[in-house]
């Protein structure tokens, strides 16, 4: 039986959202060694980098460069 989202109970998608993005971004730059100050600076920029583009300009910006 569906849910109201129409997903079957126990499926549901991962919850997801800007902040749980910025963290995953902080978990990965900490892992890889950068600076406090670093961290700090790219995750203020992604606070503009999310107002100004869309979930799909995003993806297409991961699949098009050469990371």
Same mark, same amino acid.
């Given at each position: #039986? +569906?849910?109201? =989202?129409?997903? !079957?109970?126990? !499926? +549901?998608?991962? &919850?997801?959202?800007? %902040?749980?993005?910025?963290?995953?971004?902080? #978990?990965? #730059? +900490?892992?890889?060694? *950068?600076?406090?100050?670093?961290?700090?600076?790219?995750?203020? $920029?992604?606070? +503009?980098? *999310?107002?100004?583009?869309?979930? &799909? %300009?995003?993806? $297409?910006? =991961?699949?098009?460069?050469?990371?």
């Amino acid at each position: #039986m +569906e849910n109201a =989202f129409g997903t !079957f109970p126990g !499926f +549901e998608p991962d &919850e997801w959202n800007n %902040d749980a993005c910025r963290g995953y971004v902080i #978990m990965a #730059m +900490e892992d890889c060694g *950068f600076s406090k100050k670093d961290i700090r600076r790219v995750v203020g $920029q992604l606070y +503009e980098v *999310f107002d100004l583009n869309s979930v &799909e %300009d995003a993806k $297409q910006k =991961f699949h098009s460069s050469p990371y």
